[in-house]
Structures are given as C-alpha cells and as structure tokens.
C-alpha cells in the first residue's frame, strides 16, 4: 500500500508554468513503481498525460503535451514531478498522479494506486 499527495497546482495565464509534485509515503515502493500523471476535465474521461519507469529509463508523454510537459523522479525523495510549460487553457484539469508496481501504462486501469488530485487552471 502506498499513499500519493499530488502539490504545485493553482491559476496561471496562457504560456505560463507550473511544476507538479507527487510525493510517495512507502519509498520501497516507490522505487519500484513506474508513476504516471493524468488529468481529467470537466465532463471528459481521465486521460494520459506522461509517465515514467521505476528507473527512468523509459518515458512515455502524450502527443498533446509532447515538448511542453516533462515527467522527472526521484528516488531518493520518492517524488514524481511534471514540469509543466507554455501551458495552454485547454490544459485546464484536475491532475493525477498515479502508481503501478509494473511497466509504465497509458490507461487508468493499468494503474493501482492514485492520488486526491490537484487543480490546475490556465487562463487566456
């Protein structure tokens, strides 16, 4: 069982940036999960945003966040961040994090263990 606590959402206007965190309460487990994010709109299904191996070797981003979004760990601080850049308002959306004792996955239910959710709201 591991606990996920997502932080670094909030408003910024079009072409800002934001760096998202997800912080891990069990490291032996963390070192060993591949982590994604996701995010979910009003109205729309949880989609895939990035993810990333146990070991960061393997990453995997969606095509709409491709050369924007960068998905970083670290082990030592069982953190998964997003870094977030030139967002755009259709990046509006509460935002994932989420765990899987396994490769890297790009749909929900590949992944066993979730986080609350962090609000991120871009202006235009």
């Known amino acids: 069982q591991v606990q996920l606590v997502e932080s670094g959402g909030g408003l910024v206007q079009a072409g800002g940036s934001l760096r998202l965190s997800c912080e891990a309460s069990?490291?032996?487990?963390?070192?060993?999960?591949?982590m994604g994010w996701f995010r979910q709109a009003p109205g729309k299904e949880r989609e895939f945003v990035a993810a990333?191996?146990?070991?960061?070797?393997?990453?995997a981003y969606a095509d709409s966040v491709k050369g924007r979004f960068t998905i970083s760990r670290d082990n030592v601080k069982n953190t998964v961040y997003l870094q977030m850049n030139s967002l755009k308002p259709e990046d509006t959306a509460v935002y994932y994090c989420?765990?899987?004792?396994?490769?890297?996955?790009?749909?929900?239910?590949?992944?066993?263990?979730w986080g609350q959710g962090t609000q991120v709201t871009v202006s235009s």
């Open positions: 069990s490291g032996r487990t963390f070192r060993s999960a591949a």
């Open positions: 989420a765990a899987v004792l396994g490769p890297i996955g790009q749909y929900p239910h590949e992944y066993d263990y």
């Open positions: 990333i191996s146990w070991s960061g070797g393997n990453i």
